[in-house]
């Protein structure tokens, strides 16, 4: 079994920041844009942007095939560009040219409120009453209750440790932040200005003074604080890494002691000889959820929908989620993969699900009674270029 995962890069192409009236402190609004009301006849096209993995029609793999059966049985011919950053995915359908996309939490705000996709009609998805509770009218795919896409799978950031250098498994993430660490020099971090979180949720933990409630949604001074730590942290990493192939010969190599990974990179670095192990500490961890989300602009809606159908059905849930590497959300999915694969990957497992800090675009609004005083995302952009130097 092969899995792949590229890493979800969180560059700016259109801050939310910038739809936020942060001198007025007025809340962001999301254009007013009508979702569909029926499925009609297939246009006969589809045009997908799409993480690698998410489409696959045997190209790949001879067996691995989910979009020939998709076109046969609705006559919709399936268009996929892979895009291996956040950034390429809301640039890619800020273009008008694409019909849909698999956005994770850091895109999927910016995709909202840019006016970029619209919203979904979930009497539409046949499968939405299927999808785990804890997806559905999440912050980073609805906006006041509106759904914007039907949930696809999940996954957390693991602190991943190579068992021969750390031989004890590691309690918290310190092992990545303390500057005397045992991974010190070796420290393996994910390249993103999303990775501030990962600092803002350690301080959350060990810095009560700071009042951390969500580790998105950050005043100024705890923004400053968060990046204080990850210029601490800049002289301990080795690599900062976007592709997970290049984490896997990493750790493979030894370069790599500690840090974090997904447990798609780590099986991999494992089945090719790397004493590898995951863990999530005792703070917590950040992660990952993706959404089918269909343009605005969209010129085959018909075959978007049916789309979201077809990806959201156990079966192909259960053939994308083992190809992948992730969680299905769909729970009936667990039926058809093979012997512990949803245990493996906490599928259907609420208490792992909220361990978890997903992604979602930071913006000037704190949703709270602060008001727009949390610093946005273009922000967050401007200060990991300074982190890493």
Same mark, same amino acid.
């Given at each position: 079994?092969?899995?792949?995962?590229?890493?979800?890069?969180?560059?700016?192409?259109?801050?939310?920041?910038?739809?936020? $009236?942060?001198?007025?402190?007025?809340?962001?609004?999301?254009?007013?844009?009508?979702?569909?009301?029926?499925?009609?006849? @297939?246009?006969?096209?589809?045009?997908?942007?799409?993480?690698?993995?998410?489409?696959?029609?045997? &190209?790949?793999?001879?067996?691995?095939?989910?979009?020939?059966?998709?076109?046969?049985? +609705?006559?919709?011919?399936?268009?996929?560009?892979?895009?291996?950053?956040?950034?390429?995915?809301?640039?890619?359908?800020?273009? $008008?040219?694409?019909?849909?996309? @698999?956005?994770?939490?850091?895109? @999927?705000?910016?995709?909202?409120?840019?006016?970029?996709?619209?919203?979904?009609?979930?009497?539409?998805?046949?499968?939405?009453?299927?999808?785990?509770?804890?997806?559905?009218?999440?912050?980073?795919?609805?906006?006041?209750?509106?759904?914007?896409?039907?949930?696809?799978?999940?996954?957390?950031?693991?602190?991943?440790?190579?068992?021969?250098?750390?031989?004890?498994?590691?309690?918290?993430?310190?092992?990545?932040?303390?500057?005397? &660490?045992?991974?010190?020099?070796?420290?393996?971090?994910?390249? @993103?200005?999303?990775?501030?979180?990962?600092?803002?949720?350690?301080?959350?933990?060990?810095?009560?003074?700071?009042?951390?409630?969500?580790?998105?949604?950050?005043?100024?001074?705890?923004?400053?604080?968060?990046?204080?730590?990850?210029?601490?942290?800049?002289?301990?990493?080795?690599?900062?890494? &976007?592709?997970?192939?290049?984490?896997?010969?990493?750790?493979?190599?030894?370069?790599?002691?500690?840090?974090?990974?997904?447990?798609? +990179?780590?099986?991999?670095?494992?089945?090719? $000889?790397?004493?590898?192990?995951?863990?999530?500490?005792?703070?917590?961890? +950040? $992660?990952?959820?993706?959404?089918?989300?269909?343009?605005?602009?969209?010129?085959?809606?018909?075959?978007?929908?049916?789309?979201?159908?077809?990806?959201?059905?156990?079966?192909?849930?259960?053939?994308?989620?083992?190809?992948?590497?992730?969680?299905?959300?769909?729970?009936?999915?667990?039926?058809? +993969?093979?012997?512990?694969?949803?245990?493996?990957?906490?599928?259907?497992?609420?208490?792992?699900?909220?361990?978890?800090?997903?992604?979602?675009?930071?913006?000037?609004?704190?949703?709270?009674?602060?008001?727009?005083?949390?610093?946005?995302?273009?922000?967050?952009?401007?200060?990991?270029?300074?982190?890493?130097?």
């Amino acid at each position: 079994m092969r899995y792949v995962k590229l890493v979800c890069v969180a560059a700016l192409v259109l801050a939310v920041g910038a739809c936020k $009236g942060a001198s007025t402190g007025k809340q962001a609004e999301a254009p007013r844009i009508a979702a569909q009301q029926e499925i009609g006849a @297939s246009e006969g096209s589809l045009n997908l942007v799409i993480w690698t993995g998410y489409a696959e029609d045997g &190209s790949t793999q001879k067996n691995i095939d989910w979009v020939h059966p998709f076109e046969n049985k +609705t006559g919709c011919s399936v268009n996929a560009k892979v895009a291996d950053t956040s950034d390429s995915m809301v640039a890619l359908m800020n273009s $008008g040219q694409y019909d849909g996309v @698999s956005a994770s939490g850091d895109a @999927s705000l910016r995709l909202i409120y840019s006016g970029a996709v619209a919203p979904v009609n979930t009497n539409l998805l046949r499968n939405y009453g299927d999808i785990e509770p804890y997806l559905r009218n999440q912050p980073y795919n609805s906006v006041k209750g509106q759904m914007y896409g039907m949930p696809h799978g999940y996954g957390p950031n693991f602190l991943a440790y190579r068992t021969d250098k750390i031989p004890r498994k590691p309690t918290s993430w310190s092992i990545v932040w303390d500057r005397k &660490s045992p991974a010190a020099d070796h420290v393996v971090a994910y390249d @993103s200005p999303t990775y501030i979180a990962d600092a803002a949720l350690y301080l959350k933990a060990h810095r009560p003074d700071l009042k951390i409630t969500d580790v998105y949604e950050l005043t100024q001074e705890q923004f400053d604080a968060a990046v204080d730590l990850l210029k601490q942290q800049r002289p301990n990493v080795n690599q900062y890494w &976007s592709n997970y192939l290049d984490e896997v010969q990493s750790f493979k190599a030894a370069d790599n002691y500690a840090g974090t990974a997904w447990q798609v +990179t780590a099986n991999l670095a494992k089945s090719e $000889g790397a004493p590898i192990a995951t863990t999530i500490p005792e703070e917590g961890t +950040t $992660g990952w959820s993706d959404t089918w989300m269909i343009s605005s602009r969209a010129e085959h809606p018909n075959c978007m929908y049916k789309w979201m159908n077809w990806i959201s059905s156990p079966k192909i849930q259960a053939a994308v989620a083992q190809w992948f590497g992730e969680a299905p959300a769909n729970p009936k999915a667990c039926k058809y +993969t093979v012997k512990d694969f949803c245990g493996q990957f906490h599928a259907n497992d609420i208490d792992f699900y909220r361990r978890i800090a997903f992604w979602k675009t930071p913006v000037a609004d704190c949703g709270d009674s602060r008001g727009a005083v949390c610093v946005d995302y273009s922000k967050w952009t401007e200060a990991w270029t300074q982190i890493k130097g």
